[in-house]
């Protein structure tokens, strides 16, 4: 099924290629054309004018910023800020817990919103269906803060329901905020609470493309639930899914600030410590522009590359972003 | 058709596990209620877990006496409104073209805009090309520089793509033009994944904070998610505050009201969900294409 | 059709020209406003903090009622910029990269003044207070401190400040009942300390059968005041010479690790940032000895009173340890906190503003309010209240447009935070209680720990701030891991590492400075003892 697609998709576009090529084809492309570049128009001023052009204040990454001479007039210090921020001692190991914690939460969390949403696909019953959805979305909405007065109440020692249920089970408690391992999973997991619901809604958005008859059809044939959701349902949202893999991956250096601040404590610092949470308590995140703008430059030139790398695997399967 | 067994045990599992999760994020919110609706004196000695405890409506009764909460509510409507349909007027332009195979440069265009995801300018070269467009202390902070959402923009062109191409070259034939393309066929047919779109759009509006203590000066124009963050926001930080600003100290909201903001701030997405999901009807663009 | 859209393109592109050009020229248009505002008054504009509580009907925190009356009564037009209180970092930031700062700037962080000195957006106030003041100028020469701390090192002064009377911060108080109880005094020394915490959590004070006591707390800053016991700050003068220690280290963590180990403290105090865990098992009558600021410990006396009647709080010294006996943490009588932005329009009328909000009667008025509306002045010259609850509406957000007043020459009618002539029982135990505090708390003989408060220390430039905050963090983090992790990590592996790490990044510049700056600065600058000893009258 899948692979009837792709093979449809490289057919017209063939088509397409020959078609431009003849001189005839070039004048009909033109005015295919001319509606569309007028439609796009604002749109290329509006990511020239907000996008681009504040991106040359990442000259900031190379100069000692100070208010007083502006984004323009102040110094050049060339890699400076760079060595400065490599030769600390933390900062590889910051580094490093932030692919880390990212990494994980994208690779570990990514399935769940799309196995959420074929789930609540799978409800028969509309009023059911509409109240899970609902409900699951909710964490969404609630702050980090908050979700951390949660994971206390679930994990801490003394007073945690898990601890207490352990406790009674088998008499004695664990410590798991103040283990390295479990604090990750905790990590992990408090961030696929919050946001699986969330991100599930545009799997069920790509479900309602998807052709009833098909399901009727391999009903017919005898497949059950299981080999439905397999040939059926996983395929129709592979496209979703890419999609969505894609613009994660290309975050990965950005751990929020919240979840972490407020989930970390001292004693899984050595795992738990990330870019922007260092900033935050070191100070270079106030008045020291030119730091937090080096560090970003570096996060997004990460981000690039891992975006082109997973792009590329994609096209070759005919679903890349360009 | 009569459910087999193996389906029987599939959907029992499958509503196990939905109740579970769904449960999990209930009683949170059940939690918070509790805490709303109950005596501080109970919640600071951590009486309160699912019900409430000495109930009483202050907490309400001061949010909606002391604080500026039904501007801030009508502020956010406003933002949020407007910001929306901003977004998705401009979303759309953008992602039409860019879904069309025959587009001039589709594939340039394409990694241009996803450039500007991953390297995005800092604070201040923002802020100052917002104030030489005479964005700073008005909304249009707010929704110019998010016009188009490159995450959001790339969904709604995927979908777009999906759209068979038969349907359009039909339309042509009978002499439309794009635009007839577009209000016709194209968002008629995208109706689930415009939804969507609408509500990431509408609660990222719902939800803007930074931004809004940044660029707007006027309090009175602050929105209810400024007025919630602040009583949260300022309990985490408190710490690293307290030894320089005692004062921060002890003007902490109480914690009553503070879950009463939160649940003020949860209560239109409760009801604005429920409202969209009647728009994610199955297999509308199948059915056009065979009729 | 299309000429037109080539057209519209570059239109774009001028437009994308002309804000790049913006963007790039940093400080923006100097829109020269017209200096005079209404009833041709000059202009001034004076940030103030937005913490989001002023009472509606009072209006916003740019225009209220007590903006309107210094406008109405001052010398000059004040337009009050409101900065988000915890964001207010980022909103100076962006108002000084904009070129759109106050004139006046009103901020807690001295650290961020300092940052904003050395990107000289600061105005040097010398020869304006000398020929421009008379006031402020009348109170340098009476508190001559607030020019040391104000002075930077360029030599010139660019700080205003506030005095104010040394007041109470960190406490420590003890269930008095529970030692009556177990037939024990309150603990002198840092042994007995051990002891009658030990007590508290397994001898079953509260007598209901059930080991569900706590014997001391060590969350949030209570940490930091067995530290302060301990004299376990980063740098102490030792023989003349301003050092780095490290040797108090141990004792303090080994204390910790004694007490965490012993089940006397709660496990999971880690995890308690806010504090809120340990208040709520002092409240509820299950924490026998609370440390923390007084204010909280205040405010949870109340919910104590009433869960049990019958508790009994007192206040009591740190006890001695081995380096001798201090005291916790304080609010000194000085506070830098503001500056004049150096491209304020009119100084001068910054300074007439910055005049009429330190003379006495303007003090006053924001201390107590207006004569007839909030008070009524007695024949012996105190000020009666007309009706608490107005007033607390009234006045409640005012704290913040004082945050540089001379509030030395108020009397106060509080003590402890409670009306000093409450008939409230409970209010009468705290007010005992908080005059007890003063008395301990605020003596010179046991001072806070360290060379001088923190926030009067030198400030230092990126690197070594960095370093220095780099070491604060990997000290506190590394040997809490060592309180809680048993033999697997062990105090002394902490303490080697704290020291690895403190000169791996750069430690040793930093001590190198301090040690000379102290050689330079011994006898000018403000240190610690100094701090209690000061009196204004």
Redesign the interface.
């Known amino acids: 099924m899948g692979s009837l697609d792709i093979q449809a998709k490289k057919n ?2 063939k088509a ?1 290629r020959l078609r ?1 090529n003849s001189a005839l084809g070039k004048r009909r ?1 033109w005015n ?27 000259v ?1 990454a190379f100069k000692d ?9 102040s110094p050049w210090v060339g890699f400076e800020n760079y060595k ?1 921020l490599f030769q ?3 900062t590889l190991g910051i580094i490093r817990n932030t692919l880390v914690l990212s990494a994980l939460t994208v690779f570990v969390g990514f399935p769940f919103p799309v196995i ?1 949403a074929i ?2 696909n ?3 019953r509309s009023w ?1 269906k ?14 980090w ?2 979700v ?1 007065g ?1 994971v ?1 109440m679930l994990f ?5 329901f898990v601890n207490t249920m352990l406790e009674r089970l088998t008499g004695s408690t664990y ?1 798991f ?2 283990k390295e391992s479990s604090w990750i999973t905790i990590f992990v997991a408090s961030g696929i ?1 919050k946001t699986a ?1 969330w991100s599930a ?2 799997y ?10 098909l399901y009727e059809a391999a ?1 017919m044939d005898g497949a ?3 080999k439905q959701i397999l040939h059926i349902t996983l395929p129709g949202l592979m ?2 899914i890419i ?1 969505m893999f894609i ?1 994660n991956i ?1 975050n990965v250096m950005d751990v929020g600030f ?1 979840q972490v ?2 989930l970390q ?3 899984v ?1 050595n795992v738990a410590e990330v870019i922007s949470t260092w900033n935050f ?4 995140g ?4 030119s730091y ?2 080096a560090m ?2 570096f996060e ?1 030139l990460i ?2 590359t891992l ?1 082109l790398v997973v792009n590329g695997i994609a096209r070759r399967s005919g679903r890349g ?2 | 058709m009569k459910s087999t067994s193996g389906e029987k045990v599939f959907y029992g599992v499958n509503y196990f596990i939905l109740v579970l999760a769904a449960l999990s994020c209930l009683l949170p919110i059940v939690h918070i209620l509790a805490l709303s609706l109950s005596g501080n004196e109970a919640i600071t000695l951590g009486k309160v877990s699912l019900w409430p405890q000495d109930f009483t409506w202050t907490a309400y009764s001061k949010l909606i006496e002391d604080t500026n909460i039904v501007g801030a509510f009508r502020n956010s409507v406003v933002i949020t409104l407007v910001g929306t349909g901003l977004n998705m007027a401009f979303t759309i332009l953008a992602a039409y073209p860019l879904s069309r195979k025959h587009f001039y440069a589709r594939r340039f265009l394409t990694l241009a805009i996803v450039f500007t995801m991953l390297f995005t300018a800092g604070l201040i070269p923002n802020y100052l090309l917002a104030k030489s467009l005479g964005l700073v202390g008005n909304y249009g902070a707010l929704w110019l520089p998010g016009l188009v959402s490159v995450y959001n923009l790339l969904v709604l062109r995927s979908f777009f793509e999906n759209i068979p191409e038969e349907l359009e070259d039909a339309a042509r034939i009978d002499g439309s033009g794009e635009w007839r393309i577009i209000l016709q066929i194209v968002l008629p047919l995208s109706i689930p994944v415009i939804a969507t779109i609408a509500l990431f759009y509408g609660v990222a509006h719902w939800n803007s904070f930074f931004n809004v203590l940044i660029y707007i000066n006027d309090p009175e124009r602050f929105n209810l998610s400024v007025l919630v963050q602040n009583m949260i926001q300022s309990q985490s930080l408190m710490s690293e505050l307290a030894m320089l600003d005692p004062d921060a100290f002890r003007k902490l909201a109480p914690e009553s009201i503070r879950s009463a903001g939160i649940i003020v701030m949860i209560l239109p997405m409760l009801l604005v969900y429920p409202f969209l999901q009647k728009y994610f009807v199955k297999g509308m663009l199948i059915g056009s294409v065979k009729g | 059709m299309g000429k037109k859209s080539w057209g519209k393109k570059a239109a774009g592109g001028f437009a994308a020209v002309m804000a790049l050009s913006m963007v790039l020229g940093g400080c923006g248009t100097n829109n020269k406003q017209n200096a005079e505002g209404e009833g041709g008054k000059k202009e001034v504009s004076v940030s103030i903090y937005d913490r989001g509580q002023i009472p509606k009907e009072e209006g916003t925190y740019a225009d209220n009622r007590w903006t309107r009356w210094i406008n109405g009564n001052g010398p000059v037009n004040a337009k009050f910029i409101p900065i988000p209180r915890n964001e207010s970092q980022q909103k100076y930031s962006m108002l000084f990269a904009s070129g759109d700062a106050p004139d006046l700037v009103l901020e807690y962080d001295t650290d961020f003044l300092n940052s904003l000195w050395a990107q000289k957006q600061l105005l040097p106030l010398d020869d304006l207070i000398a020929n421009n003041s008379t006031e402020y100028k009348a109170l340098l020469e009476k508190v001559p401190a607030l020019r040391t701390l104000g002075t930077k090192p360029d030599g010139k002064l660019y700080l205003i400040g506030m005095v104010t009377k040394p007041e109470v911060l960190g406490a420590m108080v003890i269930r008095q009942d529970w030692l009556d109880k177990l037939g024990l005094e309150v603990p002198q020394t840092i042994d007995e300390l051990y002891a009658v915490a030990d007590a508290f959590a397994n001898q079953d004070p509260d007598g209901n059968g059930v080991k569900d006591t706590y014997g001391i707390n060590l969350s949030q800053f209570a940490t930091y005041y067995i530290d302060a016991m301990f004299q376990n700050e980063m740098f102490i003068v030792e023989n003349d010479q301003l050092v780095r220690q490290f040797d108090r280290i141990k004792p303090a963590y080994d204390f910790k690790k004694k007490l965490f180990e012993g089940g006397i403290v709660d496990k999971d105090f880690l995890s308690d940032k806010n504090g809120q865990k340990a208040e709520q098992d002092f409240a509820s009558g299950k924490l026998g000895i609370y440390l923390a600021y007084s204010t909280v410990i205040s405010k949870n006396f109340d919910t104590l009173k009433s869960t049990d009647p019958n508790a009994k709080v007192t206040a009591m010294a740190f006890p001695e340890t081995q380096f001798g006996r201090f005291g916790p943490d304080f609010n000194p009588a000085l506070q830098m906190t503001g500056a004049v932005n150096a491209n304020a329009k009119d100084p001068e009328a910054v300074m007439q503003y910055i005049d009429f909000m330190v003379t006495p009667s303007t003090v006053e008025t924001f201390a107590y309010g207006i004569e007839g509306e909030n008070y009524t002045k007695e024949s012996d010259g105190t000020f009666k209240p007309i009706d608490e609850a107005t007033n607390e509406t009234q006045m409640g957000y005012t704290n913040d447009y004082r945050m540089f007043m001379p509030k030395y020459i108020l009397d106060t009618n509080t003590i402890g935070g409670r009306p000093a002539d409450s008939t409230d029982p409970i209010d009468r135990e705290w007010i005992a209680i908080a005059e007890q505090m003063d008395k301990l708390y605020l003596d010179p003989e046991h001072p806070h720990p360290g060379f001088t408060h923190a926030k009067f220390r030198p400030s230092l430039d990126k690197a070594m701030t960095t370093t220095f905050n780099d070491g604060w963090n990997t000290m506190n983090d590394t040997m809490a891991k060592s309180i809680v992790s048993g033999d697997a990590y062990t105090v002394d592996q902490g303490v080697e590492d704290v020291k690895k790490s403190w000169y791996a990044s750069g430690g040793q510049a930093l001590e190198d400075w301090y040690k000379q700056w102290y050689q330079d600065n011994k006898d000018s600058w403000i240190f610690m003892k100094e701090l209690y000893t000061m009196k204004f009258e």
């Open positions: 017209s576009e397409e431009t492309r295919m054309n001319k509606p569309l570049l007028i439609m796009f128009l604002p749109i290329a001023i509006f990511f020239i004018l907000f996008k681009y052009v504040p991106m040359f204040g990442f900031i910023y100070n208010f007083a001479d502006g984004i323009l007039g400065y600390n001692p933390d959420l789930l609540l799978e409800v028969r059911f509409r109240w899970a959805q609902t409900l699951l979305y909710l964490p969404h909405f609630l702050n803060v908050i951390g949660l206390l801490s020692i003394e007073t945690g410590p905020l103040f609470w619901g809604i545009i069920l958005a790509a479900l309602t493309s998807i052709d009833p008859s009903g059950g639930k299981w496209p979703t999609l613009l290309g919240d601040y407020v404590n001292p004693v610092v308590k070191v100070g270079l106030s008045g020291q522009f937090a703008t970003g430059l997004s981000g690039l975006v972003l360009w």
